[in-house]
């Protein structure tokens, strides 16, 4: 079975910045699009970035452009998440996540959340 294991995450001052790991094991890690989802409390999860397989190309929400990169080491099975310029807004817990798809049948797993707090 497929494993997500995601770290990095911390508390830092507004401004700061943080880098988020996430490392793969189980499955076939170049085939899969990986991506960092987050979840504040109160609220539902949603989509930070995301980073295809094979092109590599990113994808982020509209919130953290030009302040976080996603990035992925195809040689060590990571992912990673850089968060510069943390807000307080950025504070939630984030997951890492993995898809893949085949014959119409779609493959993901979940990391188990690291928390993110962004306080003075």
């Known amino acids: 079975q497929g494993q997500l294991v995601d770290s990095g995450g911390g508390s830092v001052q507004p401004g700061g910045s943080l880098r988020l790991s996430c490392t793969a094991s189980?499955?076939?890690?170049?085939?899969?699009?990986m991506g960092w989802y987050r979840q504040a409390a109160g609220k539902e999860r949603e989509l930070v970035a995301e980073?295809?397989?094979?092109?590599?190309?990113?994808n982020y929400a509209d919130f953290v452009k030009g302040r976080f990169t996603i990035s992925r080491d195809r040689a060590k099975n990571t992912v990673y998440l850089q968060m510069k310029r943390l807000e307080a807004e950025d504070t939630a817990a984030y997951y890492c996540?993995?898809?893949?798809?085949?014959?119409?049948?779609?493959?993901?797993?979940w990391g188990q959340g690291t928390q993110v707090t962004v306080s003075s």
């Open positions: 980073i295809r397989s094979g092109s590599g190309s990113p």
């Open positions: 996540h993995a898809r893949f798809k085949t014959w119409g049948t779609w493959y993901d797993y």
């Open positions: 189980g499955f076939t890690f170049s085939e899969y699009a």
